[in-house]
């Protein structure tokens, strides 16, 4: 009797190391990244991301993670981060040129602009909730415009970010909430995909009033980056005359970088810095995100990722039926913020 139970044990041990060995030889497949921007003070909550990241998605992928911060990241961020993860990761600071409120914002005019949002919000009682719900100061703050123009223009042109191509972004504080099986960015490879998202809801308007003027500007002056079989219908209820303010929530987003570096967006995102808006109103990269993919590529170039159950804030996505049973979620599909 002895025997056999020292023999059972030994087989699983066996097993489970045999499954160990194989999960540490995996080496990724994709020339792709986690990008995580982050503050030191926001660690306890990077680390619980990481956990989920690892536990439901890379320790079976092993893909390495780049951190990037407008200051250098504390030796405790560094130790802690590095030893949550099962593949590699650095650390980078973000250049200033990339991060600050350039010279040539004219700092008056933008700082009526912040008080004015500010200033809205409180007499009208805000025109939504959303501000409470995503934390205070979003519409005031200077460090969330410069976070905002970083992500919508200069994320990828980083050193440490240069080499790769794909990327998912994870922020502080994200759950991700079902087994994901397979590779998401040879997924999207294979099917010539580029921009993938989960969560998509309204920008509040008050952050982006002349947005949609400077994209049609953009696009009556370069035409030719305007993709046949695009996704306005997307963005607009009357064929591009007005915003319907819909975009994909970019706190999740997994895509190819060769988009961002490439001849449309690098033109669109020059125009949209040349106008200011990033500081004199506060253009979110989730806008400037969706509206260049749902234009410049086609509709088929976006992914859904459906079986992907997420949480950021107070908003989820999680999937039903037999995703939710494939991925053994942890989410409740009535949660699911996609039928609000
Ligand atoms: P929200 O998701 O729109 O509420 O914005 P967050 O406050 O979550 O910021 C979005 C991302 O940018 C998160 O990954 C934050 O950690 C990061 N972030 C925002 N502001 C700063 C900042 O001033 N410095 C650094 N290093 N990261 C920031
Ligand atoms: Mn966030």
């Given at each position: ?17 045999d ?29 619980e ?43 980078g ?26 200033d ?18 979003i ?10 123009r970083f ?44 921009y ?25 002056k ?6 046949s ?20 929530w970019s ?13 449309a ?12 808006g ?6 979110g ?43 053994r979620c ?6 699911a913020?996609?039928?609000?």
């Open positions: 009797m002895e025997e056999l139970v020292g023999n059972t044990l030994a087989q699983k041990t066996n097993i489970w190391a499954s160990l060995a194989n999960q540490a030889s995996a080496t990724p497949k994709a020339n792709a990244t986690f990008i995580f921007l982050a503050r030191n003070s926001e660690l306890k909550a990077v680390v991301s990481i956990q989920y990241m690892e536990d439901r998605f890379n320790k079976k992928f092993q893909y390495p993670y780049v951190f990037l911060n407008d200051e250098p990241f504390t030796d405790e961020f560094k130790e802690w981060t590095s030893q949550m993860v099962s593949s590699k990761a650095e650390y600071i973000i250049p200033r040129e990339h991060w600050q409120q350039p010279d040539w914002i004219d700092e008056e005019r933008a700082k009526a602009g912040r008080d004015k949002m500010v809205e919000n409180i007499i009208y009682g805000g025109m939504s909730s959303y501000p409470e719900i995503m934390g205070l100061n519409l005031g703050s200077v460090s969330y415009r410069n976070m905002c992500n919508s223009g200069y994320f990828f042109r980083h050193p440490l970010i240069l080499p790769y191509r794909w990327y998912w972004r994870i922020e502080p504080g994200v759950r991700f909430y079902c087994d994901l099986g397979y590779d998401p960015f040879l997924s999207m490879e294979d099917n010539n995909q580029v993938g998202f989960n969560i998509a809801l309204y920008e509040l308007e008050e952050t982006i009033p002349t947005l949609w003027k400077a994209t049609k500007e953009f696009i009556s370069h035409p030719q980056y305007v993709a079989g695009n996704a306005m219908g997307f963005l607009s209820e009357d064929g591009g005359r007005t915003y319907n303010l819909c975009h994909f706190n999740f987003e997994i895509a190819d970088m060769e988009f961002w570096r490439g001849e967006y690098t033109a669109y995102f020059d125009w949209l810095e040349s106008k200011g990033f500081y004199y109103e506060r253009w990269d989730a806008p400037v995100h969706s509206i260049a993919a749902s234009l410049f590529l086609r509709k088929e170039q976006l992914r859904f990722f459906d079986e992907i159950g997420y949480k950021h804030e107070s908003f989820q996505h999680c999937p039903s039926g037999d995703r939710h049973k494939q991925g942890s989410c409740s599909p009535k949660d913020f996609d039928w609000d």
